[in-house]
């Protein structure tokens, strides 16, 4: 293999490994090496701050509630397994 198809190998391992979670991070870190010259400058960064917050909360919630459907789905593809795991669980 060359380098040139690792290297390409890596970028594309490493752009599939991205979510929300990687961004918000991301966005944390460029805000907080930020330095405001003003007091509204600092006014504004601790509203980003506080909107990061917000959204890494509703990030949260939204994956909580992803996988809560997930398990649903499941439920409903397949309703004999979850009876095989309560007889079993029962014997």
Known sequence: MSLNSDWQNFINERLDEKNI??????????????????????????????????????????????????????EIKNPGDSEKIIEEIGD
């Open 21 to 74: 979670f990687t961004y918000i991070q991301g966005l944390q870190e460029i805000i907080s090496n930020l330095n405001p010259k003003t007091l509204a400058e600092s006014r504004r960064l601790q509203i980003a701050k506080g909107h990061l917050r917000e959204v890494r909360k509703y990030a949260r919630k939204m994956q909580n509630d992803m996988i809560s459907l997930e398990e649903e789905l499941r």
